[in-house]
């Protein structure tokens, strides 16, 4: 779109810088855009998008029954519609996106573990400058004073949040096109404080000064920040990180001539082929996969010696005894209390209060004390 907005001719003449752009423009994007609108590039989009919340037209319904009761049917219908519900929806979404709560204080309310507590996506020494940007901003349109460059700004602020807008709202990854844009309004804040010290403060000197305060406070913003992620966020919500791979796989590895079955992890065999250095050939070759989910991945469910399974302990003993290999069996429950007895292996979070996954072996199942006619499905 900016490309197009700044097409100049010469003389009758398309110019080849506009024309070089745009070219490029269109090979970049053809490959994109075509995912983009294939089955497959739809399927998340079905998913998430503005259109495919079934609780946006029960909530209008619901509305224009209430309203019924009080008002005629076709005021209730002009005023609880889906044109103006989605379009509120997207007013409110562009709105947050950006709100200094989103940009510097708390980011993405959901889930928690994406969003540092007490951290937006930008540093909160520079929200006088955000502020400060969009009042130097707006007023170079208003004077006339706007260049290309802002004119590429002010495309960059209305196009890149509309992937984020049309499905859950701000959300971090599919707001990544707007960040050098809300950089650019940071900066054009910057650049009016400056010019304001200048005016303001006797000497070049005192600026050079604000500039080395406000690096400072950066620098700080940024140990702060990361002493937080280190010491707090990452053990807090260290299970949605799957951290604890890095405890489980390597004992999963050394279990040599050994059958592993893994209950209520799904991506354990895609972690078992990195820590077990499986070749890449081997892997793409051997390795059996799950049916198409509804958005349309398939995720690994048999690499080499492990696999998924969504069977009960015994029920696994009872179809593999045969195979003459030993079997552990993994889980994220605690079985102690039944058959199989303690866990050869406890997987537990970093300062060891919780417990993440349980390791168990099918010695005790060696006993015959199963009768597999009967085993848990």
């Given at each position: 779109?900016y490309?197009v907005l700044l097409?100049?001719?010469?003389?009758g003449?398309?110019?080849?810088?506009?024309?070089?752009?745009?070219?490029?423009?269109?090979?970049?994007?053809?490959?994109?855009l075509?995912?983009?609108?294939s089955?497959h590039?739809?399927?998340?989009?079905?998913?998430?998008?503005l259109?495919s919340?079934s609780?946006?037209?029960?909530?209008i319904n619901e509305?224009?029954t209430y309203?019924?009761t009080?008002?005629?049917?076709?005021?209730?219908?002009?005023?609880?519609?889906k044109?103006?519900?989605?379009s509120?929806?997207i007013?409110?979404?562009?709105a947050?996106t950006?709100?200094?709560?989103?940009l510097f204080?708390?980011?993405?309310a959901?889930?928690k573990?994406i969003?540092?507590?007490h951290?937006?996506?930008?540093?909160?020494?520079v929200?006088?400058?955000?502020l400060?940007g969009?009042v130097?901003?707006?007023?170079?349109w208003?004077?006339?004073?706007?260049?290309?460059?802002?004119?590429?700004?002010?495309v960059?602020?209305i196009?890149?949040p509309?992937?984020?807008?049309?499905?859950t709202?701000a959300?971090?990854v599919?707001l990544?096109?707007?960040?050098?844009f809300?950089c650019?309004?940071?900066?054009?804040g910057?650049?009016y404080a400056?010019e304001?010290?200048?005016?303001?403060l006797?000497?070049?000197?005192?600026?050079?000064i604000?500039?080395?305060?406000?690096?400072?406070l950066?620098?700080?913003n940024?140990?702060?920040f990361m002493?937080?992620y280190?010491?707090?966020?990452?053990?807090?919500?260290?299970?949605a990180?799957?951290s604890y791979?890095?405890?489980l796989?390597p004992?999963l590895?050394?279990?040599?001539?050994t059958d592993?079955?893994?209950r209520?992890f799904t991506?354990?065999?895609?972690?078992y082929?990195?820590?077990?250095?499986?070749?890449?050939?081997t892997?793409?070759?051997?390795?059996?996969?799950s049916?198409p989910?509804a958005i349309?991945f398939?995720?690994?469910?048999?690499?080499?010696n492990?696999?998924?399974?969504?069977?009960?302990?015994d029920a696994?003993y009872c179809?593999?005894?045969?195979?003459g290999?030993?079997i552990?069996?993994?889980?994220?429950?605690?079985l102690s209390?039944?058959?199989?007895?303690?866990?050869?292996e406890?997987i537990?979070?970093?300062?060891?209060v919780?417990?993440l996954?349980?390791v168990?072996?099918?010695?005790i199942?060696q006993k015959?004390?199963?009768n597999?006619d009967?085993?848990?499905?």
């Amino acid at each position: 779109m900016y490309v197009v907005l700044l097409a100049r001719t010469k003389g009758g003449t398309v110019s080849h810088a506009w024309l070089t752009g745009l070219t490029t423009f269109v090979l970049i994007a053809l490959p994109i855009l075509w995912f983009t609108v294939s089955t497959h590039g739809q399927a998340r989009f079905k998913q998430v998008g503005l259109l495919s919340d079934s609780g946006t037209v029960m909530t209008i319904n619901e509305d224009r029954t209430y309203c019924s009761t009080h008002a005629p049917s076709l005021l209730c219908y002009a005023n609880f519609n889906k044109v103006l519900s989605f379009s509120r929806q997207i007013a409110d979404r562009f709105a947050h996106t950006f709100s200094t709560d989103m940009l510097f204080f708390n980011g993405e309310a959901e889930p928690k573990h994406i969003s540092t507590d007490h951290f937006g996506l930008l540093p909160l020494v520079v929200i006088l400058f955000y502020l400060l940007g969009w009042v130097a901003f707006v007023q170079k349109w208003l004077r006339t004073k706007h260049t290309h460059e802002d004119l590429l700004v002010l495309v960059g602020l209305i196009v890149a949040p509309i992937p984020a807008l049309l499905s859950t709202g701000a959300h971090r990854v599919r707001l990544s096109p707007l960040l050098p844009f809300v950089c650019a309004i940071v900066m054009f804040g910057y650049g009016y404080a400056r010019e304001l010290a200048i005016e303001k403060l006797p000497s070049h000197r005192m600026v050079r000064i604000l500039d080395i305060v406000v690096a400072l406070l950066l620098l700080m913003n940024g140990v702060a920040f990361m002493f937080r992620y280190e010491t707090v966020h990452v053990e807090k919500y260290e299970i949605a990180f799957n951290s604890y791979m890095a405890g489980l796989m390597p004992y999963l590895v050394e279990q040599k001539d050994t059958d592993i079955f893994v209950r209520g992890f799904t991506e354990a065999p895609a972690f078992y082929a990195f820590y077990a250095q499986v070749d890449p050939r081997t892997y793409q070759q051997t390795t059996q996969w799950s049916e198409p989910d509804a958005i349309g991945f398939k995720h690994p469910t048999k690499v080499a010696n492990l696999q998924n399974t969504d069977l009960q302990p015994d029920a696994v003993y009872c179809q593999n005894k045969d195979s003459g290999k030993s079997i552990v069996y993994v889980s994220n429950e605690d079985l102690s209390n039944t058959v199989i007895g303690n866990p050869k292996e406890v997987i537990r979070t970093k300062n060891g209060v919780h417990s993440l996954v349980y390791v168990y072996g099918m010695g005790i199942y060696q006993k015959n004390i199963v009768n597999c006619d009967f085993a848990t499905p």
